[in-house]
């Protein structure tokens, strides 16, 4: 072998190109960022319009349709998501990932622009930016004390929210349940219409009485002055003497119809923290910056920040997710270092000689320091997928070390010096080593290359474990045999002084002759077997049949859950509940949760549509029981709770984020059919057995009160309706018409009638309108009539139909089943109507494309290997005994996850992929050894009993080594150990089967190969 021969003339040379690789190893490692999963990039764009005072149906038709139209023309569009809500239409588009994310908002935005004229003239100017369905806070703050919210607020605003903002990494600093200031003129309804007063007018009169604009400049020889004008009121007691209009020559103040307040902004969100009212602060990271780096800033600036603050002030922080990410990576250190002690102790147990556990111990670190100059030039971070391939990397960086130093003892045991056995050695084993690698990398190469969703979080996974095996080639090449030339004896039989080694080098002893007892009885069970060949291939087809039966009745899931002492709690209220009594609800539901005594902090969000509970718990070490079964009591606690509907999800590794286990769309033209048959559906999916928090996007709609204007009364009159909705707006919701300047601050002034009138929409004979023809004063009621209608709160729309979303999660049952069993009985029980479909929701999407995806990767992965054992054996039909052999993984990786009670996972068959490369790996090393002595004129059957005696003991203690390297990771100790044993229990299984099976199915499959060559004279 060319990179041996220099190693073994040159020890120097390949000494130092090993202490650069670890040089730059090191220093790669620490320059390394550290983050929860790889970066990717999601080509997501929203469009958000606000029109004021349109209703849900509005917005719909004029706003919603028209967005849909234009950029369902963008190349690339996958699916449209649409939400109509009163006053907004908010428009997700997904692209297809192939799309660069700057390229479709820049489409997206062209596209709104041709259509910018078309929409209603009050729509405001639409936003259109990128979005990240996967980002989420990376710390959430709150502010508590004994100080009023709308001092907190201030004190957010003006001191912590700037510094937060200033924060290298930080994207965006989101606020909820602030009060800010705002100056109240509230209008008595019966004193605007005993003067006969307008709505537009008392508006102008403010904004008119109320002012500052430059004058224009005066030029007086060569100088030159700015005129500036100051009309601002100084002092709010000022605004009741302002003259809003004059009748009969006496002035009419705005103390005559209203009253001033100096309070708050109505609340688009409230914050509570442990059961009191705060001020919640959510801050999201910028794209492709470390989370761990960014909470560290963030968790700094805040200790700076509270010494600055009022004494009844403090800024807690509520939650971490840098926390849950350096547990995760601190578990997956520990558990390479751990599977690589087990391994090293397995080259001792069956080599017996120090000397060669030392190199080996030496390659092993060798090639993972490697590893991250490699992972550093690619730009790739320390993350769940790259330090899970490394983990699993950890039995396939010391197997081709283990093979290399095996082959060199045995030669040193046939009389050679070391270097002779050195270079014999390595030269006879160096094309099998060299094609058990390349197998590995055929298996995984196609894996970094997925596409998709998975494939973005994938890719580092795939990549690093190919870069660790060559890697470890390389180093099992030059620095394993340069040790092995100088450093490999036979050890000294003279008892040590230490009795706990002298023990120890007895009981190594020991098990070797005992191994070789076992070599000599495998090769007379080998004799027996290649009697009985036919029985052995039937027993073989029975076992994989079986666990091919086994596996068609085992659960599919996405990824497993892990249970990081952390739930996120949605809650939905029923239609027409105010932001107040919602807020109140989610009270009741902190005071339930504080109760138990397994909960240690609970942080609460109220908006709009919705709320959100953060729950942490006690570890679950210390807990008596697991998240799940405390959430499905918490469910049961939650139902007493009237006017809500929750939906309970432990926060767990995995880029699925908050979406639920199981969805569905069902679309259509005619939402009084979907909503039928929506309900339809959601009793089904509420009756099946292991599914939970069943919610519709359906709500029923709340009352609503439509104010018709008379065309033809209103053209007479000489009212436009555009006046009318104007006043109704600025009466019953208020408009900010003008602002006070109180030092630095600039505080709105909001017009709007008194509390009690709000509240009152009966009579329509007191508000006026202007007539533009007569200038008389008309009541509204001569032109309008009032209509109660139902008004959905919300529509939703899916790829340009409107839609009912329906979603649960699922306990004790797994998804894939869910799913099927669902849709029969669906279909069983309802029947679709016309015009309508059911689509899969993302995440059921999310799951069948990774599934697919990974079958196409393992497809591709047996094809690679055929390819490779082609060129290694110049024949097209050896290779044939090595792929029949590959189906010997699956019977004991489906055993494997059938014993350990794991479903068929994403996961998993990660773990399944990989045994391909490890059974060819243990094949290779056989029919390699076998053909070179059939080639010296042994007989086949001959060569192949003493190719499996002579190779049983790399195989085993190659096997060995990964199992053994498997044990930490499928114990699932630590943060996300549940998310990443499933691989564990695969390979494990896989291995235990596809060893024990291929040591006596490959030679009698290469047998029958031989045979039939023989018969029909084939070569190839």
Same mark, same amino acid.
Request: charged share 20%.
């Given at each position: 072998?060319?990179?041996?021969?220099?190693?073994?003339?040159?020890?120097?040379?390949?000494?130092?190109?090993?202490?650069?690789?670890?040089?730059?190893?090191?220093?790669?490692?620490?320059?390394?960022?550290?983050?929860?999963?790889?970066?990717?990039?999601?080509?997501?764009?929203?469009?958000?319009?606000?029109?004021?005072?349109?209703?849900?149906?509005?917005?719909?038709?004029?706003?919603?349709?028209?967005?849909?139209?234009?950029?369902?023309?963008? $190349?690339?569009?996958?699916?449209?998501?649409?939400?109509?809500?009163?006053?907004?239409?908010?428009?997700?588009?997904?692209?297809?990932?192939?799309?660069?994310?700057?390229?479709?908002?820049?489409?997206?935005?062209?596209?709104?622009?041709?259509?910018?004229?078309?929409?209603?003239?009050?729509?405001?100017?639409?936003?259109?930016?990128?979005?990240?369905?996967?980002?989420?806070? &990376? *710390?959430?703050?709150?502010?508590?004390?004994?100080?009023?919210?709308?001092?907190?607020?201030?004190?957010?605003?003006?001191?912590?929210?700037?510094?937060?903002?200033?924060?290298?990494?930080?994207?965006?600093?989101?606020?909820?349940?602030?009060?800010?200031?705002?100056?109240?003129?509230?209008?008595?309804?019966?004193?605007?219409?005993?003067?006969?007063?307008?709505?537009?007018?008392?508006?102008?009169?403010?904004?008119?009485?109320?002012?500052?604009?430059?004058?224009?400049?005066?030029?007086?020889?060569?100088?030159?002055?700015?005129?500036?004008?100051?009309?601002?009121?100084?002092?709010?007691?000022?605004?009741?003497?302002? &003259?809003?209009?004059?009748?009969?020559?006496?002035?009419?103040?705005?103390?005559?119809?209203?009253?001033?307040?100096?309070?708050?902004?109505?609340?688009?969100?409230?914050?509570?923290?442990?059961?009191?009212?705060?001020?919640?602060?959510?801050?999201?990271?910028?794209?492709?910056?470390?989370?761990?780096?960014?909470?560290?800033?963030?968790?700094?600036?805040?200790?700076?920040?509270?010494?600055?603050?009022?004494?009844?002030?403090?800024?807690?922080?509520?939650?971490?997710?840098?926390?849950?990410?350096?547990?995760?990576?601190?578990?997956?250190?520990?558990?390479?270092?751990?599977?690589?002690?087990?391994?090293?102790?397995?080259?001792?147990?069956?080599?017996?000689?120090?000397?060669?556990?030392?190199?080996?111990?030496?390659?092993?670190?060798?090639?993972?320091?490697?590893?991250?100059?490699?992972?550093?030039?690619?730009?790739?971070?320390?993350?769940?997928?790259?330090?899970?391939?490394?983990?699993?990397?950890?039995?396939?960086?010391?197997?081709?070390?283990?093979?290399?130093?095996?082959?060199?003892?045995?030669?040193?045991?046939?009389?050679?010096?070391?270097?002779?056995?050195?270079?014999?050695?390595?030269?006879?084993?160096?094309?099998?080593?060299?094609?058990?690698?390349?197998?590995?990398?055929?298996?995984?190469?196609?894996?970094?290359?997925?596409?998709?969703?998975?494939?973005?979080?994938?890719?580092?996974?795939?990549?690093?474990? *190919?870069?660790?095996?060559?890697?470890?080639?390389?180093?099992?090449?030059?620095?394993?045999?340069?040790?092995?030339?100088?450093?490999?004896?036979?050890?000294?039989? $003279?008892?040590?002084?230490?009795?706990?080694?002298?023990?120890?080098?007895?009981?190594?002893?020991?098990?070797?002759?005992?191994?070789?007892?076992?070599?000599?009885?495998?090769?007379?069970?080998?004799?027996?077997?290649?009697?009985?060949?036919?029985?052995?291939?039937?027993?073989?087809?029975?076992?994989?049949?079986?666990?091919?039966?086994?596996?068609?009745?085992?659960?599919?899931?996405?990824?497993?859950?892990?249970?990081?002492?952390?739930?996120?709690?949605?809650?939905?209220?029923?239609?027409?509940?105010?932001?107040?009594?919602?807020?109140?609800?989610?009270?009741?539901?902190?005071?339930?949760?504080?109760?138990?005594?397994?909960?240690?902090?609970?942080?609460?969000?109220?908006?709009?549509?919705?709320?959100?509970?953060?729950?942490?718990?006690?570890?679950?070490?210390?807990?008596?029981?697991?998240?799940?079964?405390?959430?499905?009591?918490?469910?049961?606690?939650?139902?007493? &709770?009237?006017?809500?509907?929750?939906?309970?999800?432990?926060?767990?590794?995995?880029?699925?984020?908050?979406?639920?286990?199981?969805?569905?769309?069902?679309?259509?033209?005619?939402?009084?059919?979907?909503?039928?048959?929506?309900?339809?559906?959601?009793?089904?999916?509420?009756?099946?057995?292991?599914?939970?928090? *069943?919610?519709?996007?359906?709500?029923?709609?709340?009352?609503?009160?439509?104010?018709?204007?008379?065309?033809?009364?209103?053209?007479?009159?000489? &009212?436009?309706?555009?006046?009318?909705?104007?006043?109704?707006?600025?009466?019953?919701?208020?408009?900010?018409?003008?602002?006070?300047?109180?030092?630095?601050?600039?505080?709105?002034?909001?017009?709007?009638?008194?509390?009690?009138?709000?509240?009152?929409?009966?009579?329509?004979?007191?508000?006026?309108?202007?007539?533009?023809?007569?200038?008389?004063?008309?009541?509204?009621?001569?032109?309008?009539?009032?209509?109660?209608?139902?008004?959905?709160?919300?529509?939703?729309?899916?790829?340009?139909?409107?839609?009912?979303?329906?979603?649960? !999660?699922?306990?004790?049952?797994?998804?894939?089943?869910?799913?099927?069993?669902?849709?029969?009985?669906? !279909?069983?029980?309802?029947?679709?109507?016309?015009?309508?479909?059911?689509?899969?929701?993302?995440?059921?999407?999310?799951?069948?494309?990774?599934?697919?995806? /990974?079958?196409?990767?393992?497809?591709?992965?047996?094809?690679?290997?055929?390819?490779?054992?082609?060129?290694?054996?110049?024949?097209?039909?050896?290779?044939?005994?090595?792929?029949?052999?590959?189906?010997?993984?699956?019977?004991?990786?489906?055993?494997?996850?059938?014993?350990?009670?794991?479903?068929?996972?994403?996961?998993?068959?990660?773990?399944?992929? /990989?045994?391909?490369?490890?059974?060819?790996?243990?094949?290779?090393?056989?029919?390699?050894?076998?053909?070179?002595?059939?080639?010296?004129?042994?007989?086949?059957?001959?060569?192949?009993?003493?190719?499996?005696?002579?190779?049983?003991?790399?195989?085993?203690?190659?096997?060995?080594?990964?199992?053994?390297?498997?044990?930490?990771?499928?114990?699932?100790?630590?943060?996300?150990?549940?998310?990443?044993?499933?691989?564990?229990?695969?390979?494990?299984?896989?291995?235990?089967?596809?060893?024990?099976?291929?040591?006596?199915?490959?030679?009698?499959?290469?047998?029958?190969?031989?045979?039939?060559?023989?018969?029909?004279?084939?070569?190839?």
């Amino acid at each position: 072998m060319f990179l041996t021969d220099i190693s073994l003339r040159r020890p120097v040379f390949a000494t130092v190109c090993i202490i650069a690789l670890l040089v730059m190893g090191v220093i790669s490692f620490f320059g390394l960022g550290s983050d929860e999963f790889p970066p990717a990039e999601f080509p997501y764009v929203t469009v958000t319009i606000v029109e004021p005072g349109a209703s849900p149906n509005q917005i719909q038709d004029n706003v919603t349709k028209k967005v849909e139209d234009a950029i369902g023309q963008v $190349a690339g569009m996958k699916h449209i998501n649409s939400t109509c809500q009163n006053n907004v239409s908010i428009t997700y588009a997904e692209f297809t990932l192939e799309t660069r994310s700057a390229d479709a908002v820049q489409n997206v935005r062209d596209k709104i622009g041709t259509i910018r004229s078309s929409l209603p003239k009050d729509c405001e100017e639409p936003i259109i930016a990128s979005f990240d369905p996967t980002s989420k806070p &990376v *710390v959430s703050l709150a502010i508590t004390g004994k100080a009023s919210l709308r001092e907190m607020t201030t004190t957010v605003n003006d001191l912590i929210k700037p510094k937060l903002e200033t924060i290298s990494g930080v994207g965006s600093v989101k606020i909820y349940g602030s009060e800010e200031r705002e100056i109240h003129i509230n209008l008595n309804r019966d004193k605007v219409s005993m003067y006969g007063l307008t709505t537009n007018e008392i508006a102008t009169a403010l904004k008119s009485t109320n002012m500052e604009a430059s004058a224009g400049k005066i030029t007086q020889g060569t100088s030159q002055f700015s005129l500036h004008t100051n009309g601002l009121i100084t002092k709010l007691d000022d605004f009741k003497t302002l &003259v809003i209009s004059r009748q009969n020559g006496q002035p009419i103040y705005l103390q005559d119809i209203a009253t001033i307040e100096d309070g708050t902004k109505e609340k688009d969100s409230m914050a509570f923290y442990q059961g009191r009212k705060a001020i919640g602060i959510d801050i999201v990271k910028q794209s492709g910056v470390s989370t761990i780096d960014v909470a560290d800033q963030i968790t700094r600036e805040c200790e700076n920040i509270q010494k600055e603050l009022p004494a009844d002030m403090h800024l807690k922080v509520v939650k971490d997710n840098s926390i849950i990410i350096k547990a995760s990576v601190d578990e997956v250190l520990k558990t390479i270092v751990e599977g690589a002690i087990l391994a090293v102790l397995i080259v001792f147990l069956f080599l017996a000689n120090w000397r060669t556990t030392i190199i080996s111990a030496i390659a092993l670190p060798t090639s993972v320091i490697g590893v991250f100059a490699l992972m550093k030039v690619l730009g790739f971070t320390l993350n769940t997928m790259t330090l899970t391939a490394l983990s699993l990397s950890v039995g396939l960086l010391i197997d081709d070390a283990i093979v290399v130093i095996e082959n060199i003892e045995r030669h040193r045991h046939m009389g050679k010096n070391g270097f002779e056995a050195t270079k014999d050695g390595t030269s006879e084993i160096g094309l099998a080593v060299i094609a058990t690698t390349l197998a590995l990398v055929a298996v995984f190469l196609p894996v970094g290359m997925l596409n998709g969703v998975v494939g973005q979080f994938f890719k580092q996974f795939g990549i690093t474990v *190919v870069g660790s095996v060559l890697i470890s080639l390389f180093v099992s090449f030059t620095l394993v045999p340069m040790l092995s030339s100088r450093y490999l004896k036979d050890e000294e039989h $003279a008892e040590s002084k230490y009795k706990i080694v002298s023990l120890i080098k007895k009981g190594a002893n020991w098990f070797n002759l005992k191994f070789d007892c076992l070599a000599e009885h495998y090769s007379g069970l080998l004799e027996i077997v290649f009697k009985h060949k036919i029985k052995l291939l039937l027993c073989t087809v029975l076992l994989f049949t079986g666990s091919m039966v086994a596996a068609a009745n085992m659960g599919t899931d996405f990824i497993p859950k892990s249970d990081l002492s952390k739930m996120n709690i949605v809650v939905e209220p029923d239609a027409g509940l105010t932001k107040e009594a919602t807020g109140n609800k989610m009270l009741q539901l902190d005071s339930i949760l504080r109760k138990n005594k397994e909960v240690t902090k609970v942080y609460a969000t109220v908006q709009d549509d919705a709320g959100n509970l953060y729950v942490e718990l006690v570890d679950r070490e210390e807990r008596d029981k697991s998240i799940d079964q405390l959430a499905q009591e918490l469910r049961a606690e939650f139902k007493k &709770v009237p006017g809500i509907r929750v939906s309970i999800t432990p926060v767990s590794l995995g880029p699925t984020g908050d979406l639920k286990d199981i969805e569905f769309n069902i679309v259509g033209d005619d939402i009084n059919t979907l909503q039928e048959y929506g309900e339809k559906a959601q009793k089904v999916l509420e009756e099946l057995p292991g599914v939970v928090d *069943v919610v519709s996007s359906y709500k029923p709609g709340s009352p609503q009160s439509n104010i018709v204007i008379n065309q033809q009364k209103a053209a007479d009159l000489g &009212v436009e309706p555009a006046q009318a909705l104007d006043a109704l707006y600025t009466l019953y919701n208020g408009a900010v018409v003008s602002q006070f300047k109180d030092g630095q601050d600039q505080v709105d002034i909001r017009l709007q009638l008194e509390e009690n009138n709000r509240n009152d929409i009966d009579n329509l004979n007191s508000i006026f309108l202007k007539s533009s023809t007569s200038g008389q004063l008309i009541p509204l009621s001569a032109i309008a009539d009032k209509e109660f209608n139902p008004s959905p709160g919300v529509i939703s729309r899916y790829d340009k139909q409107q839609r009912i979303y329906i979603s649960g !999660n699922i306990q004790g049952a797994s998804a894939g089943e869910v799913n099927e069993i669902f849709l029969k009985k669906l !279909n069983k029980e309802a029947t679709l109507p016309v015009g309508c479909k059911v689509v899969s929701g993302d995440m059921t999407e999310l799951m069948d494309d990774s599934i697919t995806g /990974m079958f196409f990767a393992l497809l591709m992965a047996v094809l690679f290997i055929i390819f490779i054992m082609a060129a290694q054996f110049e024949s097209f039909i050896d290779p044939l005994a090595v792929v029949l052999s590959l189906p010997l993984a699956v019977i004991g990786a489906i055993f494997g996850l059938l014993i350990m009670g794991s479903n068929i996972n994403l996961i998993s068959l990660i773990g399944m992929i /990989m045994l391909m490369g490890l059974v060819t790996k243990n094949a290779i090393l056989l029919i390699d050894f076998a053909r070179n002595e059939i080639k010296k004129g042994k007989p086949c059957n001959q060569a192949l009993i003493l190719a499996g005696k002579t190779r049983l003991r790399p195989i085993i203690m190659t096997t060995l080594a990964m199992v053994l390297g498997m044990i930490p990771m499928a114990m699932g100790e630590g943060a996300g150990g549940e998310t990443r044993a499933p691989m564990a229990y695969a390979i494990i299984g896989g291995l235990i089967s596809s060893t024990l099976l291929t040591l006596f199915v490959v030679p009698v499959i290469y047998s029958f190969i031989q045979n039939v060559k023989n018969k029909f004279h084939l070569s190839k």
